[in-house]
């Protein structure tokens, strides 16, 4: 029997997934690729191969209603990057198993709900199996949370407030217009209809509706954007590593927009749960993803710390958020197969991955930290 590769990408056969296996390819690393069905994973390998790259060595399927077959799969790997979504109904059997087989894991969800539901069940199990458990290594929240981790820095640490400012641009230039693949859709259509949106306010998790608050802030460049906040996994992971009282993250659109989705901010999630299965029909039938030019689109994340008197800034830039996805989980799984992930426990990506060391080592996606002198 074939030795089993130490990465394993799961949810291969995805957008994502096979962004994942390209950047893998392309530097000639060994791994496997799992998912639902042999005929796709077979056709991604072909695909790769064709192209010149690295294919897998490995071909799982992988039936979620059996948790004896994950085990299986993810048995001896050191780290599992976890692509397929939405991760609060196909993510957290892989997590499980991971935490339970002391592997390390990280995914590129952008769900709160699949992170806060992690961190309470499995904190413990990971602990005991040392595995490092890294949720959201996405181009959004990563960056995000180095970009917190640094402006709390800036502070003196345990800051009052941090809030998070998330602006992108499309490939036309248009705001809040980045192309998004399916999953994404998906993904967006659950956080909306979550029932138990969260901030972390005062040293707690409280519910909090979307767009409950309105405000504007200042891109590097001093031009000002509306924004609503919004549920995101800042709120599970950042208080963790800064001590921040308050967190509180905010999307960028245009300001009609910001003020229509507070007016009924009580009412859309009844509205969006109702009409879902609608919506997913419609997504089902939209392209799989960006392609060629519509993954130029560009995106400003802005941490903003407070302590006393004390105010610090910090940003992050960036372009083709899904290439950056790809290039996060090649970075995690360079450094989990160097042994430098010493990070137990269910952790954000600035406890597994120092954020100035990161930063520097993902210079070449156009990442760039923006920052005062």
Same mark, same amino acid.
């Given at each position: 029997?074939?030795?089993? $590769?130490?990465?394993? =990408?799961?949810?291969?056969?995805?957008?994502?997934?096979?962004?994942?296996? #390209?950047?893998? $390819?392309?530097?000639?690393?060994?791994?496997?690729?799992?998912?639902?069905?042999? %005929?796709?994973?077979?056709r991604?390998?072909?695909?790769?191969?064709?192209?010149?790259?690295?294919?897998?060595?490995?071909?799982?399927?992988?039936?979620?209603?059996?948790?004896?077959?994950?085990?299986?799969?993810?048995?001896?790997?050191i780290?599992?990057l976890?692509?397929?979504?939405?991760?609060?109904?196909?993510?957290?059997?892989?997590?499980?198993?991971?935490a339970?087989l002391?592997?390390?894991?990280?995914?590129t969800?952008?769900?709160?709900?699949?992170?806060?539901?992690?961190?309470?069940?499995?904190?413990?199990?990971?602990?005991?199996?040392?595995?490092?458990?890294?949720?959201?290594?996405? *181009?959004?929240?990563?960056?995000?949370?180095?970009?917190?981790?640094?402006?709390?820095?800036?502070?003196?640490?345990?800051?009052?407030?941090?809030?998070?400012?998330?602006?992108?641009?499309?490939?036309?230039?248009?705001?809040?217009?980045?192309?998004?693949?399916?999953?994404?859709?998906?993904?967006?259509?659950?956080?909306?209809?979550?029932?138990?949106?969260?901030?972390?306010? #005062?040293?707690?998790?409280?519910?909090?509706?979307?767009?409950?608050?309105?405000?504007?802030?200042?891109?590097?460049?001093?031009?000002?954007?509306?924004?609503?906040?919004?549920?995101?996994?800042?709120?599970?992971?950042?208080?963790?590593?800064?001590?921040?009282r308050?967190?509180?993250?905010?999307?960028?659109?245009?300001?009609?927009?910001?003020?229509?989705?507070?007016?009924?901010?009580?009412?859309?999630?009844?509205?969006?749960? @109702?009409?879902r299965?609608?919506?997913?029909?419609?997504? #089902?039938r939209?392209?799989?993803?960006?392609?060629?030019?519509?993954?130029?689109?560009?995106?400003?994340?802005?941490?903003?710390?407070?302590?006393?008197? %004390?105010? $610090?800034?910090?940003?992050?830039?960036?372009?083709?958020? *899904?290439?950056?996805?790809?290039?996060?989980?090649? *970075?995690?799984?360079?450094?989990?197969?160097?042994? @430098?992930?010493?990070?137990?426990?269910?952790?954000?990506?600035s =406890?597994?991955?120092?954020?100035? %060391?990161?930063?520097?080592?993902?210079?070449?996606?156009?990442?760039?930290? =923006?920052?005062?002198?």
């Open positions: 029997m074939t030795e089993k $590769a130490d990465v394993l =990408v799961h949810g291969a056969t995805g957008f994502t997934g096979g962004l994942v296996c #390209d950047a893998l $390819a392309k530097r000639g690393m060994t791994y496997a690729i799992s998912g639902r069905s042999m %005929e796709r994973l077979e991604l390998r072909d695909r790769i191969a064709k192209g010149g790259g690295a294919p897998p060595v490995e071909l799982r399927v992988v039936d979620l209603e059996r948790p004896s077959s994950i085990l299986e799969v993810v048995d001896g790997r780290i599992v976890a692509c397929a979504g939405p991760f609060v109904e196909v993510g957290e059997p892989i997590l499980a198993a991971c339970r002391g592997v390390h894991y990280v995914d969800t952008g769900e709160q709900r699949f992170v806060a539901d992690a961190s309470k069940k499995h904190q413990a199990t990971c602990e005991a199996s040392r595995a490092c458990i890294v949720p959201a290594m996405a *181009y959004e929240i990563a960056p995000a949370d180095w970009a917190c981790n640094l402006a709390a820095d800036r502070v003196g640490g345990s800051p009052d407030t941090i809030d998070v400012f998330y602006s992108s641009r499309g490939a036309n230039g248009a705001n809040g217009g980045a192309a998004t693949t399916r999953g994404t859709k998906k993904s967006i259509v659950r956080v909306l209809a979550e029932r138990a949106p969260l901030q972390w306010i #005062d040293g707690s998790l409280v519910v909090e509706a979307s767009a409950e608050k309105m405000t504007s802030f200042a891109l590097p460049n001093g031009r000002r954007l509306a924004a609503a906040s919004f549920p995101s996994p800042e709120a599970i992971v950042v208080p963790r590593h800064t001590g921040a308050t967190v509180r993250t905010y999307m960028a659109m245009d300001e009609r927009s910001v003020r229509t989705l507070h007016r009924f901010r009580k009412l859309a999630p009844s509205f969006v749960r @109702a009409t299965l609608l919506v997913d029909r419609w997504v #089902d939209s392209p799989k993803g960006p392609e060629g030019s519509e993954r130029e689109g560009t995106f400003t994340i802005v941490a903003e710390a407070t302590k006393g008197s %004390e105010r $610090a800034r910090v940003a992050m830039t960036g372009s083709d958020p *899904y290439g950056l996805t790809a290039e996060l989980q090649v *970075y995690a799984a360079q450094r989990a197969l160097a042994g @430098a992930i010493r990070a137990v426990g269910i952790v954000g990506p =406890v597994a991955f120092p954020p100035r %060391e990161a930063i520097a080592a993902l210079a070449h996606t156009g990442l760039s930290l =923006v920052e005062p002198a």
